[in-house]
C-alpha cells in the first residue's frame, strides 16, 4: 500500500545528480513504494533542492535493515569525527 | 476477443484536459480509431506517478474497444521524469483527495464532451489510484461503473488521516453510484483481507452492487510486470475480470 510515511528535514551540503553536483536543500525521509528497489516498501531517502524542480534529487532506496546500519554508521562516524576536533566550527 | 482479419487502429497522444479550480492539467489519451460510439474509461494512475505502466495500460483499454484517458494527478508538482516528479509528491505526503476529485470530475466531463464517446465512463485505478477510484465513484457523479484494484487505505483509522487524506473513503459508501469491482491479493498488508472484508460488509449493508475478488498467493500490484510483485495467474485472471465488468455495464 501507499503508507504515506513520510518526514522531510532542511539540510546543506551537496548532491550529485544526473545533471552533476548541485547544492542540496531538503531531504525527504519515507518508507513506501520503492521505484527501483525489488521490494513492496523500501526506506527511500530524497535528497533534493526543491527551487531548482523535480530532477534535482539523488536518491537512494533502501531495505529497512540497511537504513538503520546506515543511520547507526553516521552517528558513529560523526561522534568519532567530533572526538578528534575535526567537525566544522559552524556546526 | 478480436479476429484477426479485422482492421485495428488506435490514436494515443497526451492531451490538455481541465482539473481541479479550472486549472488545466495533461494527460494520455488513447482511443480506437473510428467514429465510435466508444464507451470509455478514466485510469487513475498510482503512487510511483503517471508512469510507463500507465500509459501501457491507457493503450491496452483502448485496443479492447475504449476510449481511455489518464490525467496526470501530478501535474502541479512540476515536470521532470515520472519518478522524479512523483518523488516530490512523495515528499509531500501526497496530493489532496479534494483536487484529485476535481482532476476526475474534469477527465469525465472532457470524455463525455467527445463526439466518438458513448457517455457511458468507468474509472479505474491501482494502489493509491484504487482508493482514488473509489472514492470518486462516491463522490464524482457520472460514473457509470467503478474498479479498485488493491486501493489501500479505503479504509482508515482516525490516526491514519492526514491534511491530504482527511475523511476515510469508506465513509461514503453510502453514496457509491454505480457497480464496483474490487481485485486484491491475499498477501497486501494494505489493504489487507481484514480491512478488504470491512470494505465488503460496509458494501452489503448499503445494498451496493459489487463483485470483490481475493487471490490467494497475490499481494500489492501484481499487475505490474516491471515489479517483483507481479503475478502471471492473477493478472491474467484480473484483467478478464475488468474486461467482462466492463462489458456488462458499460458494452463494448
Known sequence: MCTMIVSQVAIEGSGKGTAGWFPVRRAAVSYDHPFHAPLEHALNIDFTDPARGPGARVAVELTAQAARDLAATILAVLAEAERGGFLEAAE | ?252
Open chain 2, 1 to 252: 476477443m478480436y479476429q484477426t482479419n479485422a482492421y485495428e487502429g488506435m490514436l494515443a497522444e497526451t492531451v490538455s484536459v481541465p482539473g481541479a479550480r479550472g486549472d488545466m492539467i495533461n494527460a494520455y489519451l488513447a482511443r480506437p480509431l473510428g467514429p465510435g460510439p466508444f464507451p470509455a474509461v478514466v485510469l487513475i494512475h498510482h503512487m510511483p506517478g503517471w508512469d510507463e505502466w500507465y500509459r501501457e495500460a491507457t493503450r491496452k483499454f483502448a485496443h479492447h474497444g475504449y476510449a481511455a484517458l489518464s490525467p496526470n494527478l501530478y501535474y502541479r508538482a512540476g515536470h521532470g521524469t515520472p519518478e522524479d516528479v512523483a518523488a516530490q509528491v512523495r515528499a509531500a505526503g501526497g496530493v489532496p483527495d479534494e483536487q484529485v476529485l476535481g482532476d476526475l470530475a474534469g477527465s469525465l466531463g472532457y470524455l463525455r464532451a467527445l463526439p466518438y464517446v458513448n457517455g457511458r465512463v468507468a474509472v479505474f485505478g491501482t494502489c493509491s489510484g484504487g482508493r482514488h477510484a473509489y472514492l470518486a465513484a462516491c463522490r464524482v457523479p457520472g460514473f457509470a461503473a467503478a474498479i479498485d484494484c488493491w486501493g489501500g487505505r479505503v479504509v482508515m483509522t482516525p490516526a491514519e488521516l492526514t491534511p491530504q487524506q482527511p475523511q476515510a473513503p469508506l465513509d461514503f459508501t453510502a453514496d457509491l453510484a454505480c457497480p464496483l469491482l474490487g481485485l486484491f491479493g491475499e498477501e497486501d498488508r494494505g489493504p489487507t483481507p481484514e480491512q478488504v472484508a470491512v470494505h465488503e460488509q460496509a458494501l452489503k449493508q448499503h445494498g451496493k452492487t459489487y463483485e470483490f475478488h481475493m487471490y490467494p498467493a497475490a499481494g500489492h500490484g501484481f499487475f505490474y510486470h516491471d515489479r517483483p510483485a507481479y503475478r502471471q495467474g492473477p493478472a491474467v485472471d484480473g484483467w478478464a475480470k475488468i474486461f467482462a465488468f466492463l462489458q456488462k455495464h458499460l458494452g463494448a
